[in-house]
C-alpha cells in the first residue's frame, strides 16, 4: 500500500506558530532529570481533545500517547526526550531560560515541539491508519542511571497499545555538525555506549617532607590516568576504537600533606559490546595492579550508561527514502562513522528495530562547521526545523503502517 507523502508546505508547515510557541515556552522553562512537571503540562495541554489514550510516569515526569487507526494492524513508536542540561543560557535569546543554571542546550525542547506536530498531523490522517502509533514523551535522556528511556520501559511502555511495536523512530537536532535542514543517519552503530570509570587509590598519610613514612596515592593515580591512555591505544583495534576521558580528578587538601585517599572519574565511549567487555575487565586488571604495585590498593568501579545506539538497517534505508521522497535527494547524509556521542534511544532499539536520525537545526546564516555545538552554553537552534521534523516522524508511522506487520529490506 503506498501513503502519498506528507507535504511539509501543505500539511506541517501551518503548524509552524504553534510549534515554535510550544518550544520556546519549553526553552524558557527548562527542567532537569526526571521530574519535569511544567514540561509534561506543557505536553499534556497541547494533547488535550485529540483522541489519543495518555498516561503519564509514576517515577518519572513521563508521557505516552496512543493513537489507534481506523483500522487494526501493528504498532510503531515515535520518541522525543524533554530534559534539559545543568547550564547557565548565554546565547540572549529573547526567549532564553529564565531558570538559573538550567538550559536547554541540547535541542530536547524542539524534538517535544516536533513531535507534538507528528501527533497532530497523525490525528488528522486517522482514518488511513491500519494500527497503532504510541508517542514516547521521554524525561532524562541526559541521566547518567540508565535513563529515561529505560525507566519508561520499565513501567511499560512496550504495552502501551497491546502489542509490542514493530519500529520505532527518533530524531535529535545538532547546532552544528550539519548544514541547516539536513538529515542524517546510518545503518548499526550510530552512537557509542557511554560508561563511567570510578576510581578511588587508598594509601596512607602523612607529611609531604617524609613520603618515605606515608603511602602516597597521588603518584599511583597519575601513573593510572596515562596508562589508560597506553592501554587504549595497544588493546584495542583503531577499527573499533575506544574514546576514554578523565574529567575529574581530587586528591588531598594542602600541598605539604600527603592525602589517605585519591581518586579520579573518566567518561568511556566503546562502539561494540565486545569492546566494552574487554575495557571494564582489562581497566580493573590494570588499575588494581598499578595500585599494587606501589604498595596501595584501588577500588575500581565500571558504572554502565548507556548501550551503543544501533540503527537497524532496513529501517535506515526506509527513513532515508522518506526524507529523499519528502524534501529531496540533497537533504539527506549517511555519515561514514559513528558519533562517540551516547543516546538513551539506545534502550529502546536494542528491543525494537528502529532508527535515530540526526537534523541540521544552525541556524542557515551562520557556520554550522564553527558554531556552538549541543551541550554549550552559547548553542542556538532554529525554530524553522520544526515542521520538517514533524512531518518526517509522521511519514515514518504512516510508512511503516501501511507494510502492516512485514518488513522491508535495505535499498
Known sequence: M???PIAPRDEARPLAAELTALRREIHAEPELGRRLPRTQRR??????????EIGTGAALSSVTAVLRGARPGPTVLL???MDALPLTEATGLPYASRVPGVMHACGHDLHTAMLVGAVRLLVARREELAGSVVFMFQPDEEGTDGGGASAMLAEGLLDASGETPVAAYALHVAANRLPFGVFSGRPGTAAAASDGLLVTVRGRGGHGSAPHRAADPIPALCEMVT????FVTRRFDIHDPVVLTVGLIQ???KRNVIPDEAGFEATVRTFSAESRERMREGARTLLTG???AHGLSAEVVYHEGYPALVNDPAETARAARAVVDLFGPGRFQEPAHPTPGAEDMAFVLARVPGACLMLGACPPQDDFTTAPQNHSSRAVFDDAVL???AALLAQLALGRLADGDGRV???
Not at 43 to 52: E, I, Y
Not at 227 to 230: D, K, M, V
Request: charged content about 10%; cysteine-free; aromatic content about 0%.
Open 2 to 4: 503506498s501513503v502519498p
Open 43 to 52: 505536553v499534556l495541554d497541547a494533547l488535550a481533545g485529540l483522541p489519543l
Open 79 to 81: 520518541r522525543a526526550d
Open 227 to 230: 596508562a589508560l591512555q597506553t
Open 251 to 253: 586528591g588531598g587538601t
Open 290 to 292: 598499578i595500585a599494587a
Open 387 to 389: 515542521p520538517d521534523g
Open 409 to 411: 529490506t535495505p535499498a
